[in-house]
C-alpha cells in the first residue's frame, strides 16, 4: 500500500490502538515496534490511561526482574492487553514460534514460545499481529502449537485472541474463528482471501480500514515518536524522522 498521507506502521499502530481500547495496562514484549507505538497512543489519548509496560524500556517498565515479575503480574489479572505473533498462525488462532516441518528434525527452527503459552491463557485482550500476510505465514494448521487459540470445554482460562492485525486487514476472533473485520486502504477482500492459508467468515459489505486521523498522526509523529525513540531508535528514525537525540 502506497498513501501520500500516512505510512503502512501508522495505519496498523492506530488500529491496534483502538483495539486495545480503554483498559488499565498494556504490556509489549521484545522487538514490537508497531505494538509499542499503539500502546504510547492509546496512553496519550487517554491522558496516562492505560499504563504501558514497555520491557526493553528504562522509563516505561517498572519490572525489576525481568519476565518473572511479567508472568506474575499477568497470573494476578493485572495485565489486560498483550500482543503475540508467530511464525505461523491457522485459523483457530493456534501459533507457532517452535519450527516447521518434522519434529526433531524441521526444516525452519524459530526462536521459541517463551512465555506465549501462559500469557495467551491469562491476558484477557491478546491481540495477534503479522507484517507478513501471506499462505506461509497464515496457514491451515500450523506445524507446532506453541500456544492455543482456544481451549476444550472445562479448560479454564481467562485469556485469549481478540483480532489478528496483518499488513493486509483486520480480523476479529470468536467462537475459534476468524472474521474479516476490515480491509486496509489500497487492499481488497479477494486478495486478502488469496493470501490467506486458512478460511475465515466475512459479511457481505467488508468496511475499509479507518485511515488515521490528522490529529492522531501529529500525536504519532510527535510525542509518540518522541518516548518511542528510547527503545527504537531506528524505527522512530525511519519512520517517524525522530532522533535519539529527541528523548533527552
Do not use: W
Not at 481467562?158 to 472474521?179: S, W
Not at 475465515?200 to 518511542?228: C, I, K, N, Q
Amino acid at each position: 500500500m502506497t498513501n501520500p498521507d500516512f505510512r503502512d506502521e501508522e495505519l496498523l499502530a492506530d488500529v491496534i490502538a483502538r483495539l486495545i481500547g480503554d483498559v488499565r495496562h498494556v504490556a509489549v514484549g521484545n522487538a514490537s515496534p508497531i505494538p509499542a507505538t499503539a500502546a504510547l497512543l492509546a496512553k496519550i489519548r487517554g491522558k496516562g490511561r492505560p499504563y504501558v509496560s514497555l520491557l526493553q524500556s528504562r522509563k516505561h517498565n517498572f519490572f525489576t526482574d525481568g519476565a518473572r515479575e511479567l508472568f506474575d503480574c499477568a497470573g494476578q489479572g493485572r495485565i489486560d492487553v498483550f500482543f503475540l505473533s508467530g511464525g505461523q498462525i491457522d485459523g483457530q488462532g493456534n501459533i507457532n514460534l517452535v519450527e516447521i516441518g518434522e519434529h526433531g528434525r524441521p526444516k525452519v527452527r524459530f526462536p521459541g514460545s517463551f512465555g506465549s503459552g501462559y500469557l495467551y491463557y491469562v491476558v484477557p485482550k491478546v491481540i495477534l499481529f503479522r507484517t507478513e500476510h501471506s499462505k506461509r505465514t497464515l496457514v491451515p494448521k500450523v506445524d507446532f502449537i506453541s500456544a492455543p487459540g482456544a481451549s476444550a470445554d472445562g479448560v479454564f482460562r481467562t485469556g485469549g485472541p481478540i483480532a489478528l492485525v496483518t499488513n493486509r486487514c483486520v480480523f476479529d476472533f470468536a467462537g475459534g474463528r476468524f472474521r474479516l473485520a476490515s480491509v486496509h486502504p489500497g487492499h481488497t477482500v479477494a486478495e486478502v482471501a488469496e493470501h490467506t492459508g486458512f478460511d475465515f467468515d466475512r459479511p457481505g459489505d467488508v468496511p475499509e480500514t479507518t485511515a488515521p486521523s490528522p490529529e492522531t498522526l501529529a500525536l504519532m509523529r510527535g510525542p509518540v515518536a518522541r518516548e518511542l525513540a528510547e527503545v527504537y531508535p531506528q524505527f522512530a528514525a525511519q519512520v517517524f524522522g525522530v532522533g535519539t537525540r529527541a528523548t533527552a
